[in-house]
């Protein structure tokens, strides 16, 4: 069994480490930057195809739980338009993130203890902060970060079980990014010709 | 005689790679990132990918080989 199997692990790991303290969630940006560099440098989606632990978690869970509907999601979640709409609102929010983070480090405001989950839900997440151990932007940074990637986590958790196990993958913002990452390096090489 | 194939179209591929790794010949590859490719030697039309793929981008279709 390659290693790789094992990756699914890694959001479950994620996850887990957020609850105990805050600051993991850091570990987050490597889901953010790994597979930029892979599509940048390597003109791959070698990050999805295989080393994205969430897309294995995914194609785990349905396996082993029969907890997916195996019905093909409707057209229009995997349609170029919804792709790059929830790109821009996923790359907005993350923005967002990045400006609540400058805010705390200007001292224009103070570190919001609690994650943002679905946009709408403020759960209060203090027991995995203690304060004055980093600067507050750091803080700040790692409760938005994990709010958004348990977000994340949650949307392709439910179509994982109403749909296809990895319909989150069609709609990714990461993979959506990649994606056209990819078909830009193919085009100027015009090694292939494009759909 | 006509033989099954799996037929990406490819609009619709988010080149995920679901089809790849549920594929039981190693018959599909991920094109630069861009699509995927199903090689017709090794393809049985098995249609396990087409059940698996999350954007319904894979159709298995008869054609006929001479």
């Known amino acids: ?64 739980f029969k907890c997916s509907s195996g019905k093909l999601a409707p057209r229009w979640l995997s349609s170029q338009w919804f792709r790059y709409v929830f790109l821009v609102f996923f790359m907005g929010m993350f923005a967002n993130v990045c400006w609540q983070s400058w805010l705390v480090f200007g001292g224009v405001a103070s570190v919001s203890e609690a994650v943002r989950l679905l946009w709408v839900f403020r759960v209060p997440w203090g027991w995995a902060y203690t304060a004055g151990n980093v600067p507050g932007w750091v803080a700040q940074f790692s409760f938005g970060l994990y709010g958004l990637m348990l977000t994340s986590a949650i949307i392709g958790l439910a179509v994982m079980a109403l749909y296809r196990p990895r319909t989150w993958c069609t709609f990714c913002p990461m993979g959506t990014m990649t994606q056209a990452i990819c078909k830009l390096k193919a085009t100027k090489t015009k090694k292939i010709p494009l759909p | 005689m006509p033989k099954r194939f799996a037929e990406v179209n490819e609009s619709y591929c988010v080149s995920c790679g679901a089809c790849m790794s549920v594929c039981p010949k190693g018959a599909i590859k991920i094109v630069k990132g861009c699509y995927a490719f199903v090689d017709r030697n090794f393809c049985v039309g098995c249609g396990i990918c087409a059940r698996t793929c999350p954007a319904g981008a894979i159709e298995v279709k008869a054609h006929e080989v001479a």
């Open chain 1, 1 to 64: 069994m390659k290693w790789r199997n094992w990756l699914w692990l890694w959001p479950v790991v994620y996850f887990a480490l957020g609850m105990f303290n805050i600051l993991f969630a850091w570990l987050g940006m490597i889901d953010f930057m790994l597979p930029l560099l892979f599509a940048i440098f390597g003109g791959n989606k070698n990050f999805c195809n295989y080393y994205c632990g969430r897309g294995m978690l995914f194609s785990f869970l349905p396996k082993k």
